[in-house]
C-alpha cells in the first residue's frame, strides 16, 4: 500500500458521532467496522441505563472486550467477577458466557470485537436512533409497522446462528445452576478472561509519556495492541508505521492530529483513525492528555519495550532539560526500522 492509498483509509469521528442505533434498552453507536480496520476489530460505544443485565450469552467468533468510560459495572465472565469503573478494562474471550450489570449510571463504554463482525448483529436487531439519548420506553414510541416488519424480517434463532452470538441463560440475579456454587471446570479459553482496574497493567516511561500496556498480541491473537498513554503537553515527531494501523480514542485534553494532509482538532471522545503508510502526528494543546492507542495487528508493543523504561511511579517522568541530541536520535530512528516504522524528523 502506497501513501496515497493509505490516507484514504483515514477518517475521524467527534464524541457522539457515529451511526447510533436503538439497541434493547441502550444507545449504541458504531465508531467503526471491519471495513475500516482491515477487517481486525471494530468499536461500539455503548451507553446503558442503571440497572441495566445483559443477558449470559456468548460469541462463536469474536472475542469482546470492554473500556469503561462512564458508570460502575460488574461483569461475570466464565467463573470471574469483575468489578469495573471509568478506567477499567476487561477482556471476554469467544467461547465464554459472560454478562454484566450496571451497578451505578447511566454507564457508557466501548466494545472491542475482535475480529469484526457483530456490528451486524447489532444493526439486525436494533434500530435507527431518533436522538443520541437512551431509548423511551415502548409505551412512550412504540414501533410503527415499517420498523416492526423489519425486526421480524428474520427471526432472532437466524439472526444468532450467522452472527455466531447465543444467549445461554438469563441476566444476573437468576444464574444457571453452575454459577449458583458448581464448579465449572477452567477450560484455555476460559483462562484467557482478565480485568485490569484503571492504573492497572504495565507501566512504561516512553518518550516523555507514561504508556500503560493493556492488552498485546498474546491475549489479543495478534489482532491488536492496546495502550493507555498519558502525554504531557507538546508535539509528538512525525512518523509512519508501515506494519500497523494506528488509532486514537482521546480520553481527555485537547489535542490536535496530523494525519496525511489531515489537519484533526480532537477532544474527549474523539476517535481517529491512522493508516499504514501514512506520515502522522499530534500536538497536546491542553493537557496532560489521556489516549487510547490502538494498534492492528499487534506488535508495536515491542517498540515501546525497546525505547522505553519501567515507570518508578505512575506519573509522567521527568521531563529532559533539552531536546535529543542527534546521536540519541539516530538511535531512535534505528529501533524504530528495526519495528517496521520511520521517524520523518
Known amino acids: 500500500m502506497n501513501e496515497e492509498d493509505g490516507a484514504g483509509r483515514t477518517f475521524w469521528l467527534a464524541g457522539g458521532e457515529g451511526n447510533a442505533r436503538w439497541w434493547g434498552g441502550g444507545l449504541a453507536t458504531i465508531k467503526t467496522t471491519g471495513r475500516e480496520t482491515d477487517d481486525l476489530y471494530s468499536i461500539v460505544e455503548v451507553l446503558e441505563p442503571q440497572g441495566a443485565q445483559a443477558p449470559l450469552h456468548l460469541h462463536r467468533k469474536e472475542d469482546e472486550a470492554f473500556w469503561i468510560?462512564?458508570?460502575?459495572?460488574?461483569?461475570?465472565?466464565?467463573?470471574?467477577?469483575?468489578?469495573?469503573?471509568?478506567?477499567s478494562f476487561v477482556s471476554g474471550p469467544k467461547d465464554v458466557p459472560h454478562t454484566y450489570t450496571v451497578d451505578s449510571g447511566p454507564a457508557r463504554l466501548l466494545f472491542l470485537l475482535?475480529?469484526?463482525?457483530?456490528?451486524?448483529?447489532?444493526?439486525?436487531?436494533?434500530?435507527?436512533?431518533?436522538?443520541?439519548?437512551?431509548?423511551?420506553?415502548?409505551?412512550?414510541?412504540?414501533?410503527?409497522?415499517?420498523?416492526?416488519?423489519?425486526?421480524e424480517s428474520e427471526s432472532f434463532a437466524v439472526l444468532e446462528a450467522r452472527y455466531g452470538c447465543e444467549i445461554v441463560g438469563p441476566p444476573p440475579g437468576h444464574q444457571p445452576q453452575w454459577e449458583q456454587g458448581q464448579e465449572k471446570p477452567m477450560n484455555e479459553e476460559t483462562a484467557r478472561a482478565y480485568g485490569l482496574e484503571e492504573g492497572e497493567g504495565e507501566a512504561r516511561w516512553w518518550l516523555g509519556g507514561l504508556a500503560t500496556i493493556k492488552a498485546t498480541g498474546k491475549e489479543t491473537g495478534g489482532l491488536y495492541t492496546l495502550l493507555e498513554v498519558l502525554e504531557p503537553e507538546g508535539e509528538a515527531p512525525l512518523h509512519v508505521h508501515h506494519r500497523e494501523d494506528e488509532a486514537f480514542w482521546v480520553l481527555e485534553g485537547e489535542v490536535t492530529f496530523e494525519v496525511g494532509e489531515e489537519k484533526i482538532k480532537a477532544s474527549a471522545g474523539s476517535f481517529v483513525f491512522g493508516p499504514k503508510d501514512v506520515p502522522h502526528t499530534y500536538t497536546v494543546d491542553s493537557g496532560p492528555a489521556r489516549i487510547l492507542f490502538l494498534l492492528s495487528p499487534a506488535g508495536f508493543e515491542e517498540f515501546i519495550y525497546a525505547t522505553s523504561e519501567p515507570a518508578k511511579e505512575r506519573t509522567l517522568p521527568p521531563q529532559p532539560e533539552g531536546p535529543p541530541s542527534e546521536a540519541e536520535m539516530e538511535e531512535l530512528r534505528a529501533i524504530a526500522r528495526q519495528y517496521g516504522g520511520e521517524l520523518l524528523v
Open 69 to 87: 468510560l462512564e458508570g460502575e459495572m460488574t461483569f461475570r465472565i466464565g467463573e470471574q467477577t469483575i468489578k469495573a469503573r471509568p478506567g
Open 114 to 151: 475482535s475480529p469484526p463482525g457483530f456490528e451486524g448483529f447489532i444493526e439486525a436487531i436494533s434500530k435507527p436512533a431518533k436522538a443520541r439519548t437512551l431509548p423511551p420506553s415502548e409505551s412512550e414510541d412504540p414501533p410503527d409497522e415499517d420498523e416492526a416488519d423489519e425486526t
